[in-house]
């Protein structure tokens, strides 16, 4: 079960996202904001030093989120799986 519940998740995390964040208009947007913000501190006259702590503080707090994430949609994946068999369980 557990292998199968992997299977499906990967694939959900292959496909479904993907297309998700295609016509999704919240993560559009936040993609978007990303983007703008990215080309000011381009813009910007920081030192090599600087610009690589900023980087480096930017893809910590990034990798964190992405994680969080990861975690949260398998946890719901998980708990959607649970339902479907109890509720399977009940009807017999």
Do not use: P
């Amino acid at each position: 079960m557990e292998q199968l519940l992997e299977f499906l998740w990967e694939h959900s995390m292959d496909t479904d996202i993907i297309q998700a964040q295609k016509i999704d208009s919240r993560y559009k947007e936040a993609e978007a904001y990303a983007h703008k913000i990215q080309k000011q501190i381009g813009n910007k006259s920081f030192r090599e030093k600087q610009f690589q702590a900023i980087d480096r503080a930017i893809s910590a707090q990034n990798n964190l989120a992405v994680e969080y994430g990861r975690l949260a949609y398998y946890q719901g994946f998980r708990d959607c799986i649970r339902l479907i068999v109890e509720a399977i369980g009940e009807k017999n």
